[in-house]
């Protein structure tokens, strides 16, 4: 079957950094998105992997490795507009996006 | 540019009525999506279309339909809803169905059926 694990909750301070982690199992693969979802509102597109290694943009980062099933999101500088839920969501054979429940980020000051 | 609106917003309706969630997008996409959203799960894809005149069923296809009659337009009904619907209803739009191309979501329809 198809299985998407990441956490359900992580606390994290405001400046800091902070790695959401996702292991994945899925038939076939075609790249892996993360989104953001704001409380109350849709998800954002923040990157996309398909070949191994890490990928930067500005503040966040995404890191895959396709032998392990495993991803990364690291968010640096955290501000506490990043409070929200982080969602991993790999590619299968289809072409059919499998989502995870999201890991819901809580910002402190 | 509005880029991919839903309506309504949101929704109380009863068990056993008709109700008809409208999707447009501005894009031009070809590919179209149909997901719910339910607390502690991930979404889950109803049913999709790769292009103007074709659809599929996602995950969780029972009890709804769709159809594309073009470009911009991609309506769910639920024929005889049930409270098991009640959910958050998001739909999506992509250039292709093909990997690296990201998915742009609507705000949301929040639909509860008693």
């Known amino acids: 079957g198809q299985n998407i694990d990441q956490p359900t909750e992580m606390t994290a301070t405001e400046g800091a950094i902070v790695q959401i982690n996702c292991t994945y199992q899925t038939s076939g693969f075609n790249g892996l998105f993360w989104y953001q979802q704001h409380a109350g509102e849709a998800p954002t597109f923040l990157s996309y992997?398909?070949l191994d290694g890490l990928e930067e943009k500005g503040r966040f980062s995404s890191f895959l490795s396709r032998s392990k099933g495993y991803s990364y999101l690291l968010l640096k500088e955290l501000q506490m507009k990043d409070s929200a839920s982080y969602l991993c969501?790999?590619?299968?054979?289809?072409?059919?996006?499998?989502w995870g429940a999201g890991t819901k980020l809580i910002i402190k000051p | 540019i509005a880029g991919i609106t839903q309506a309504p917003t949101s929704q109380i309706l009863a068990a056993g009525r008709r109700m008809t969630l409208r999707c447009t997008q501005d894009m031009r996409h070809n590919a179209m999506y149909w997901y719910r959203q339910d607390l502690g799960l991930g979404l889950r894809l109803i049913h999709y279309s790769n292009t103007a005149g074709t659809t599929g069923k996602g995950e969780v296809p029972d009890g709804y339909s769709v159809s594309r009659a073009n470009t911009d337009d991609f309506p769910l009904t639920l024929a005889s809803a049930v409270p098991s619907q009640t959910s958050v209803y998001f739909c999506?739009?992509?250039?292709?169905?093909?990997?690296?191309?990201?998915?742009?979501f609507g705000p949301g329809t929040r639909l509860t059926v008693l």
């Open positions: 992997n398909v």
């Open positions: 999506a739009s992509s250039d292709s169905k093909m990997g690296g191309n990201e998915q742009f």
């Open positions: 969501a790999p590619m299968d054979s289809n072409y059919q996006l499998i």
